[in-house]
């Protein structure tokens, strides 16, 4: 492929690439918000015994009945913790700068710059491989801020806020150089 065709390959693919990861972030959660919701619902209206309830699948000491099972005190319920509306844009925000550090890197290169990242010199030689580890960036990152999250809100929101700070600058240098390479 050749170095016009790889840059309209990648002004094709990543925002169709970011669109569909928005998407996964807002649309999931809510279908199951829902999910949970309707079957929460269905077993309020629908009082027929099932074998969940009744013990078949797992059974108890007891009745069977699923109320008598006794959990503990201490245990954290987190099904009432709304996340601040600040978090999911940050995680938004992140995937947009993880892709806009593949543009600008793609674009860099191709303007004949070098990898500063010795780590990454081997990575970008192969475009797939740098979305994907750009991709997986991503996605440890906002997997990482969520179970941070369930134990300290503002640490979570720090965190993000950071690796969003340092992405956005290396990704305004990576442009500079690109613009430089003219």
Do not use: C
Request: hydrophobic share 55%.
């Amino acid at each position: 492929m050749a170095i016009a065709g790889k840059a309209v390959f990648m002004l094709r693919v990543l925002p169709r690439l970011v669109a569909v990861t928005l998407l996964m972030l807002v649309a999931v959660p809510a279908a199951a918000q829902e999910q949970l919701a309707s079957t929460a619902l269905h077993a309020q209206l629908n009082p027929l015994p099932n074998a969940l309830s009744e013990g078949l699948l797992f059974p108890t000491a007891g009745s069977g009945n699923s109320a008598d099972i006794d959990f503990p005190a201490n245990a954290p319920d987190f099904s009432r913790l709304r996340r601040p509306s600040l978090l999911p844009a940050l995680y938004a925000s992140n995937i947009v700068l993880q892709a806009l550090d593949a543009h600008s890197t793609v674009t860099a290169l191709d303007r004949g710059a070098r990898e500063a990242n010795p780590l990454m010199t081997g990575v970008v030689e192969h475009r797939g491989a740098l979305l994907a580890v750009k991709v997986g960036a991503a996605a440890g990152t906002i997997y990482f801020a969520e179970k941070l999250w369930r134990r300290n809100r503002v640490a979570a929101i720090a965190v993000m806020a950071a690796v969003n700070g340092v992405s956005a600058v290396i990704v305004a240098h990576n442009y500079r150089v690109a613009a430089r390479q003219r």
